[in-house]
């Protein structure tokens, strides 16, 4: 089975934009997100264009704000601005402490790609505020192949914001499952491992210095992997039968044809985890906006 990520995007898309267009009539105005540029080069140019045309559709305001060679106390001007959402582009080879310093001014509340340490923290703990993007775009996906729940009837919403609120079918079906992510950025892997963590299964988090990377991937349920190395995932590395999800980037780390018919599920690159990774970004925006709205309201 390959999944669809365009398809299962499109039927969050529809449902979100009827839950946009709602909630612009109650506040009186549109949700905004707000993207700071850090770099002017091909791949931020094409994941803001995508951005900007998931807002566009869903009647969410977008704007992004250029800051090449930002760093510092350089997003102390965020204060200013009357935003619901903002995140900063990720530019390839930027400095990870330079990176965290960076986005730690963003305010918490408005870090809807959750990229702040308090945020992250919060995850670790088990009580987020939001998922990252990406790792809610990775639990859509598995969810999408959840055919038939068992145990004590546990029930998901498909409501826009549900992943964090209504996760009993995910947390169920991971429960007696074996996940093992490779990689372990601050953006995907390690809150991926903290949230699936949390749910009390088997998770096993791989980076460039473990040892037998083989053999651990090869005895997992459910392999995802965010490594950013084109094939690094052959096939003898993948078990029978197992869920392979690709968030590698930009071109996947998974060796499409050697992989495909030994998954049950596979996500190909593009059109797989990446038009989820958009959707959900805008679903954390929609969050954000109605959280302002109800504490305006007390």
Not at 188 to 209: A, I, M
Request: net charge positive.
């Amino acid at each position: 089975m390959i999944i669809d990520g365009k398809k299962l995007a499109a039927e969050r898309e529809k449902k979100l934009a009827g839950e946009v267009s709602l909630l612009t009539k109650k506040i009186g105005r549109r949700p905004k997100l707000l993207a700071v540029e850090l770099a002017d080069d091909e791949g931020s140019r094409l994941y803001l264009k995508l951005k900007r045309k998931a807002a566009e559709r869903l009647g969410i305001e977008f704007e992004v704000i250029k800051r090449p060679g930002l760093s510092g106390k350089g997003l102390a001007f965020l204060t200013g601005f009357d935003i619901d959402g903002v995140f900063v582009q990720h530019p390839r080879g930027y400095d990870k402490q330079k990176w965290q310093e960076l986005v730690d001014q963003i305010p918490p509340e408005k870090d809807v790609d959750c990229l702040t340490s308090e945020n992250l923290q919060l995850i670790k703990d088990g009580k987020p505020r939001f998922l990252p993007a990406t790792v809610k775009a990775v639990g859509y996906v598995i969810l999408s192949v959840v055919k038939d729940p068992v145990g004590p009837n546990p029930k998901w919403d498909s409501s826009v914001v549900s992943l964090l609120q209504n996760d009993g079918l995910l947390r169920h079906f991971l429960l007696n499952k074996h996940v093992v992510i490779l990689g372990r950025s601050p953006i995907l892997g390690l809150p991926l491992f903290w949230w699936f963590n949390s749910f009390g299964g088997k998770v096993t988090l791989l980076h460039s210095q473990t040892k037998n990377k083989k053999q651990k991937t090869k005895n997992s349920d459910i392999l995802i992997s965010s490594v950013g190395k084109p094939g690094i995932i052959i096939g003898k590395m993948v078990k029978e039968g197992a869920i392979v999800v690709d968030c590698g980037s930009p071109s996947g780390d998974v060796a499409f044809g050697e992989v495909a018919p030994k998954a049950s599920a596979i996500t190909p690159v593009p059109g797989g985890v990446g038009p989820l990774t958009v959707v959900s970004l805008m679903e954390n925006v929609v969050k954000s906006a109605k959280d302002t709205y109800a504490k305006k309201r007390r």
